[in-house]
Every structure is written in C-alpha cells, then in structure tokens.
C-alpha cells in the first residue's frame, strides 16, 4: 500500500508534466527550494555568523547552481541575514540560467527543462523502489527492538520518499545549471521532434544522469 501510495503520487506528477508545454515554473520553484538547502547546509537555523561556512556556501553555489559567489565577503557583511543571501544567491543563479535561455533559444530551453525533469524523476523513481525492497527485507528485525514492522517501515518508508523528491529537485538544479550545447545542436525543429527530444536527452546529462534510463 505504502508503494502503491507513492507510486500514485509520482505518476500524478509526471502524467502533468507530460501534458504541460511549458514546465519552468515548476524548474524555477525547484530552484528555489534548491537555495534554500543550500543556504540551510551552510547557515544552519539559529547559528551565528562567525558559524556560517563560506567554504560550503561557494562550493554548493557552483555545483548546483553553477555561479562562483563571493560567499566569504558576504558573510563578513555586517548585519547580513541569512534571507539576504537567499535571495542573492536566487538572482545570480536566475541571471545565470537566463544568459542559458539567450544562448539556446527559449524555445530550445523549455524542451531541455522538460526533458531533464523527465528523465530525472524516472532516474530517482527507480532508485527510490530498490531503496524500499531493501527496507522491507530488513524491516522485520525492527521486531528484536520491539518495535511495530509496519509503523516502522510505513515511517521510514514517508522519510525515503520526501528524501527522494528533495534530491530529484536538486539534481534538476543542477543538470540545469550545468548544461552545455554546441550553437549547431541549440535549434531544434518541429518536424521528427521525437527523435530530436531523445538526442537532446543524451547530450543535457551527464553519463551518470543517464544510465540505466530510458527515454520517456
């Protein structure tokens, strides 16, 4: 039922990505929330500035959003909250994804954010179901514990899946921030879209984005 459930839940999402022409929206709030984990890992909640990691700050800033920020002297900033940063890391990554945008073609663009939300949801999907046969093999031990197998697997089981999805939209992120196409490949033509949708597939991720997938 737990797989079922969640089953549901993901080929909601994708059916409405499939139908939807234009899917930046969803990119642009998958980026959003992106910044926010990344702001969260190197400013945790409650912390003092003199605790802020700029180290992390710049490294997560350009692996996932593919920008070099000056993270050290911002933090040196007197007065600067962690909202403030935010939001500067939103508008030069926002500023770097639309120098993409006018580089490839908005049209070309839009196919590309579709096609990498597509294949990395599948991707994390796959993962995610291995994930859960794992669990459920070694949920019954949770018994020597004398815990209930059910409750515990039902749990974690929620736990994997918010996982899942939080991780799917920073790989979303990032493939988008990192993605790269030769000014011959960056016009696509209506006519014989299907077999151009598959090449683009293979030229946006990386080897390790794509393997094992087949194309949607």
Known sequence: DVMNDQRQVVFSQRKDIMQTEDVHDTV??????????????AIPSGSFPDMWDSELLTS???SHLGIQVPSSEWIKEDGVTDSEIMDRLLSASNQHMAGKATIFGRET?????????LQILDQHWKEHLLSLD????GINLRAYAQK?????????????????LDKMRQTVTMALAHVELKPAQSTLKQTDKTVQDEDLRRKILPNSQTKNIKVP
């Open 28 to 41: 642009l709030s998958m980026r959003e929330e992106t910044i926010d984990w990344i702001v969260g890992e």
């Open 148 to 164: 209930d197998p059910l409750n515990e697997y039902k749990r974690e089981a929620f736990q994997m899946f918010e996982g899942m």
């Open 109 to 117: 663009m839009r196919s590309i954010e579709k096609s990498v939300v």
């Open 60 to 62: 997560l800033s350009m």
């Open 134 to 137: 794992h669990l459920r093999q």
